[in-house]
């Protein structure tokens, strides 16, 4: 067995205090860096199961105060229109939007997780959709051409972007001129969704989107767990009857 002085001994401890300290001093300076770049903070989940995931999304049970079909006839889509839907999942609501906008309009679905791109590829091809597109992201980016979109819709993803608000400036330049954004999120009372704490309440939302430069021109309450804002650009003309 090794024999070591106590002067060795004092030294050991020594060293390993002193590569503790540097590796955690390393750890939080990296959370620190990945703090100030990140000044909303993101739930972060794992969706790469797009099967598992398909289960909880297409549920008969969530469709109960889902209610799919009435948001799609509520956000009053055009036949021609493009909508971008970010964080699609497994197109839950990416194929209603096609459907709905017929051979003319385009509905792209655009996930970060290369197998929910996938999942959606195989239900456009399987439900013979070719106006509805999956297309892979980046998390600070949601890669729209400019002046691409009439719609840009969220449904429970808000939570997730990291650098919600620069991510909403950049959103700016893909709309169209009569183009808006629809957030649908979880309230914090709801018994379904993700933990409490990682959900955006509603007032949070509508001053992010002030903060990213935008305007709310309209609410709806008829989903009882969440809520559904419209926002356009804050320089946008004022339109008479705008949704309510
Ligand atoms: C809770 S699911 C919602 C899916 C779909 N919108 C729905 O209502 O069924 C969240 C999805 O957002 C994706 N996601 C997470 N962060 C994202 C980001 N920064 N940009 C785009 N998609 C993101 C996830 O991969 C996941 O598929």
Redesign the pocket.
Known sequence: MLQRTTGERIALRASRAILTTCVLASVLCRFGAAAAQVAEPAMV?D?HDAKH?ATV?ESPERAKWQKPDEVVSALELKPGQTVA??????G??TRRFAAAMGPDGEAIG????PA?VEYMKQDAARRHLKNYIARL?K??A?GLAPHSVDLIFF???YH???GRIAYLKQLTAALRPGGRIVIIDFHRSAPVGPPAAMRIPRQQAIAEFGQAGYRMVGSKDFLPYQYFLEFVPAGAPVESGSHS
Request: glycine share 8%; with cysteine; hydrophobic share 45%.
């Open positions: 989940h969706f995931w999304f839907d970010i964080g699609a999942g497994t839950y609501f655009l996930d970060i997780e929910m992201s998390p600070d949601a449904c429970d993803v997730h972007v990291p």
